[in-house]
Structures are given as C-alpha cells and as structure tokens.
C-alpha cells in the first residue's frame, strides 16, 4: 500500500485536525487532497518539506530556540498542545516523551526479567507490573539506571526521578 494512501484509525483522523486547527500551529504549510483529507506526511526535499523546515526555523527564533541539530523534535514539543499523540493505525493515545522502549532496550528488558512487554508499554506501566510481579524495586532500579547510563543510586533513586531522568537521557542523546 503506498504511504499516501494509507488507512488511518478514526482517531488519529480527528488528532489531525485537532494539530492542523491549533492556534499554535498557525501557518504551518500543509495540503489536502481532493477529498478534503490532509496530506500529513511530506519528505524534507519537496517543495512543501522545505516550506515546513523554513515554518519551523521562524517558529525556533520566535520562541528563542538556537537552530541546531535536533530542534525542530524540541520546538514540536514545546508548542504540542497535549503532549500526547494518537497511533496513526490504533488509535492508542501515547505520550510525547520517550516513554517506551525501544528493541534494544526491550529485548534485554524481556530476557532479564522473563516478560513479553511491547514497544507501546508505558515505561511506568513496566515499573508497576514488574513490581507487581515481585520484581524487587532496587533491582529493577539498577537495570533502568544500569541502561540508561544515569548518574543515579539504585538504592535511593525513586520510580519518577528514574523515568524522568531515563526521558531526558533519551530524548537528549
């Protein structure tokens, strides 16, 4: 199935809207189709690409970003009006931030600790069933601290300050 012709969850269909008709995105370039629908996706060399990076450049100076590499992901989620997206093809709403794992970190997630948890888990919906589980906290601490080469004591580190500090370590690097 080609990208343009995609089958979108109902949900997803109306988060579009909801992005395109915010205040916050005023004037970003985007197009429709013949049918009204919208043409989310666009690559960076065509013409509308470019017309977006050029948006997202005045938006960065209108907020006070400095142009560099990986701002266009900070500027999206400083002006996001939820911090929260919908799955193009579930409809699953999922946080912004980088809250779930990724197939490195998920396979040895699941082979430590003999579970089958999905790239769509929650990193704090992981912490609460592992624990559930009889995971131990300060075990489960020093592998999440462990994996994301933070500055943290396993033993006094707490649930949040871990995922926050996981986010961050993620979303920065």
């Given at each position: 199935m080609a990208k343009n012709n995609r089958n979108w969850n109902a949900r997803f269909l109306k988060y579009m809207e909801m992005i395109v008709n915010?205040?916050?995105?005023?004037?970003?370039?985007?197009?429709?189709?013949?049918?009204?629908?919208?043409?989310?996706?666009?690559?960076?060399?065509?013409?509308?690409?470019?017309?977006?990076?050029?948006?997202?450049?005045?938006?960065?100076?209108?907020?006070?970003?400095?142009?560099?590499?990986?701002?266009?992901?900070?500027?999206?989620?400083?002006i996001h009006p939820t911090k929260w997206k919908?799955?193009?093809?579930?409809?699953?709403?999922?946080?912004?931030?980088?809250?779930?794992?990724?197939?490195?970190?998920?396979?040895?997630?699941?082979?430590?600790?003999?579970?089958?948890?999905?790239?769509c888990d929650h990193i704090s919906n992981i912490w609460d069933e592992l624990i559930n589980r009889g995971v131990r906290k300060e075990e489960l601490?020093?592998?999440?601290?462990?994996?994301?080469?933070?500055e943290l004591n396993y033993k006094t580190a707490e649930k949040d300050e871990i995922i926050d500090a996981l986010e961050y370590a993620c979303r920065k690097g």
């Open positions: 915010n205040p916050n995105y005023k004037g970003l370039p985007i197009e429709r189709k013949k049918d009204g629908s919208l043409k989310w996706i666009a690559t960076a060399n065509s013409e509308i690409g470019q017309e977006r990076i050029e948006w997202a450049d005045k938006k960065a100076l209108e907020l006070g970003f400095k142009l560099r590499a990986g701002v266009y992901a900070d500027i999206m989620l400083a919908v799955c193009q093809t579930c409809g699953k709403l999922m946080s912004l931030y980088y809250h779930y794992p990724n197939a490195n970190f998920l396979k040895a997630l699941n082979k430590t600790f003999h579970c089958e948890f999905s790239d601490a020093k592998f999440l601290i462990s994996k994301g080469d933070l």
